[in-house]
């Protein structure tokens, strides 16, 4: 997986393989992205192809620290396989998802 951040404006773009073998720098950036000011955060995913069930538990955390640090957690474009796993796993609902 590939990030680039954007620690102004408050964004993350992810591209490649969320999977768990992300953890540490995905724990990294988000820690270093919650530190920064603002009142939101995206994550833009339209160049992910692929997460499993452990990059979705590293979404679920980055929701955790939004909640306490009362900001906003956008995910922006799921496509392909992301999105069919945002279906099945109900994660739209659990997060605000812009297309």
């Given at each position: 997986?590939?990030?680039?951040?954007?620690?102004?404006?408050?964004?993350?773009?992810?591209?490649?393989?969320?999977?768990?073998?992300?953890?540490?720098?995905?724990?990294?950036?988000?820690?270093?992205?919650?530190?920064?000011?603002?009142?939101?955060?995206?994550?833009?995913?339209?160049?992910?192809?692929?997460?499993?069930?452990?990059?979705?538990?590293?979404?679920?955390?980055?929701?955790?620290?939004?909640?306490?640090?009362?900001?906003?957690?956008i995910?922006?474009?799921?496509?392909?396989q992301?999105?069919?796993?945002?279906?099945?796993?109900?994660?739209?609902?659990?997060?605000?998802?812009?297309?």
């Open positions: 997986m590939q990030i680039q951040i954007d620690r102004t404006g408050g964004q993350i773009a992810m591209s490649g393989e969320f999977t768990f073998t992300d953890h540490i720098p995905f724990k990294q950036m988000v820690t270093e992205i919650f530190a920064a000011p603002g009142k939101a955060v995206v994550i833009d995913l339209s160049k992910l192809d692929f997460i499993d069930s452990a990059g979705l538990g590293m979404l679920l955390l980055a929701r955790d620290e939004a909640k306490k640090t009362h900001r906003e957690l995910l922006r474009g799921p496509i392909g992301v999105k069919r796993m945002f279906t099945v796993t109900k994660f739209n609902t659990l997060f605000k998802v812009e297309e």
